[in-house]
């Protein structure tokens, strides 16, 4: 058996490194509801994103009085900021995308372990026990008071196709409908845990998932990856191998056929019922699920999945239930970081050394937009900046805007990138519109409504180039001013 390492990785291995940093970790012991106000005091300290006004960027906060859940504790924000993200990765938050790039290109397959060594099963609750019911073990927020209930926002959810010859891990918007019910939302053609669930129905069977809840980051990330950079078939736990250079731990479930990851906090072993679904929202009627990561209440769905619980699994010790604000920093780390490994594995088979950074910034929710950092080197690379603009595009159905911008402008920040759009730019000429093509269905202006006789079916949308790029043979126009470089300008602030 391979042999494991002494101090793995885990969420609480990165607290305790957190903690050793300032002002990125903070704790308290504040009584506080999970009914909206937990995520309501978060939206002030830390969520940043677009949150509704007024938010900011700060740390990662431990409630450990949580109401109606003395066992427990709930974690929120661990990857609110992309700073943060790059020091629990022990890298240059600049280019995470391109770190996230070759985890994918060496994946660390997981291993398997004996109960004995999984923590997550240390505590083991049967659906069949007397008083089970999920709603007083776990400490699932609601984030705003119309969600349609208490939901799971960071549950990475693990299942195999019928025959076991695939494995996959998403993260999915879950609903506590009952006591052993959660609605699941799958969105159609995204996932491959969708695939999968779509063979069980098939075969008139019950999948067997497990839904893995406070995780290393690395876990939560890597598994956000979508096609084509992680095609069907493959395990995005590779990638939190690669990242960690240790495997993912991964343990037998107690109640159904499926694995866990042998470290998280919480694990819920559950079946999705085949060929039944249910209303969203049926035990508020509120019309809204919950906020999604564009900053609006997501509607609620007429016909999520059923999932039926068999069994909870957690820690002894005050396990950790980790949450998430959908319009948050923590969205765009979540979903923009892997996006821009994927552009940037992309661009650099296709035009190899011409995109020089890709970042998905808060604006687009990490999703929607994205900024690439263009290296021209004679009159031959004109145009090549708008071909990886299209590149990006056509693989990325969820992008929705495009900025191109030159390699002195700063692509984290977006003072300098619009800058770019008001001294570098002529309308008439430098915007690309492409009319009529598939984009992600939360976009609430992607309706017939909005553009009649253009959009026809909700989910389309127009994609946008930006050219903020300076044409080529006009370099030496558009040189910025440049200042004396001082090597210990520091001392002046001592």
């Known amino acids: 058996m391979t042999q494991l390492p002494k101090d793995p990785y885990d969420l609480r291995k990165v607290i305790r490194e957190l903690k050793e940093l300032p002002g990125q970790y903070h704790e308290t012991n504040k009584e506080i509801s999970p009914e909206a106000e937990l995520s309501g005091v978060y939206r002030y300290i830390g969520a940043g994103g677009t949150v509704e006004r007024p938010t900011q960027e700060g740390p990662t906060m431990m409630f450990n009085n949580v109401t109606g859940f003395p066992d427990s504790r709930v974690l929120i924000g661990i990857m609110a900021s992309r700073e943060r993200v790059g020091q629990i990765f022990h890298h240059d938050y600049r280019t995470l995308g391109r770190l996230l790039k070759d985890s994918v290109e060496n994946p660390v397959h997981p291993i398997k372990v004996e109960r004995k060594d999984a923590p997550v099963q240390e505590v083991v609750h049967l659906a069949t026990d007397e008083g089970f019911d999920i709603r007083k073990i776990l400490p699932a927020p609601t ?56 063979q069980f129905e098939k075969l008139n069977k019950p999948m067997p998932i497990t839904i893995n809840i406070g995780l290393d980051p690395a876990i939560t990330i890597g598994c956000t990856f979508e096609p084509p950079t992680t095609p ?112 940037l594995e992309l661009v650099d088979k296709a035009i190899p050394g011409k995109v020089v950074n890709v970042y998905n910034p808060p604006a687009g929710g990490g999703k929607l937009m994205t900024i690439m950092q263009i290296h021209k080197e004679t009159e031959a690379d004109e145009g090549i900046q708008r071909q990886a603009a299209i590149l990006a595009l056509s693989s990325f159905k969820e992008l929705k805007t495009v900025w191109l911008v030159d390699e002195d402008v700063d692509i984290f920040d977006m003072n300098d990138v619009v800058w770019t759009m008001n001294t570098r730019f002529q309308g008439d000429k430098d915007i690309i519109v492409l009319p009529g093509m598939r984009n992600h269905p939360l976009d609430p202006s992607e309706r017939p409504e909005y553009n009649p006789g253009v ?40």
Do not use: C
């Open 143 to 198: 984030n705003t008071e119309l969600d349609a209930g208490p939901y799971i926002t960071m549950g990475v959810v693990k299942g195999s196709s019928p025959d076991k010859s695939m494995t996959d891990v998403t993260i999915h918007r879950m609903v506590l409908e009952d006591k052993d019910t959660i609605g699941m939302y799958i969105m159609p053609g995204g996932r491959h845990i969708g695939y999968f669930q779509k």
């Open 455 to 494: 959009i026809r079916f909700r989910g389309m949308s127009a994609k946008t180039i930006i050219d903020g790029t300076v044409p080529f043979d006009l370099k030496a126009e558009f040189k910025r001013a440049e200042f004396l470089k001082v090597d210990d300008w520091k001392k002046y602030l001592e």
């Open 232 to 343: 069907l078939g493959y395990d995005e736990l590779d990638v939190a191998g690669a990242l960690r250079n240790e495997p993912v731990q991964l343990v037998d479930g107690v109640a159904v056929d499926e694995t866990a990851i042998a470290r998280a906090e919480f694990v819920i072993e559950a079946e999705i019922l085949p060929n039944e679904t249910m209303q969203e929202d049926i035990n508020t009627n509120t019309g809204h699920a919950m906020p999604e990561f564009p900053g609006y209440n997501g509607d609620a769905n007429p016909a999520v999945n059923v999932v039926k619980v068999k069994a909870i699994t957690h820690r002894k010790d005050k396990p950790i239930m980790q949450t998430t604000i959908g319009p948050s920093e923590e969205h765009v780390s979540m979903a923009g970081i892997p996006t821009e490994a994927s552009i």
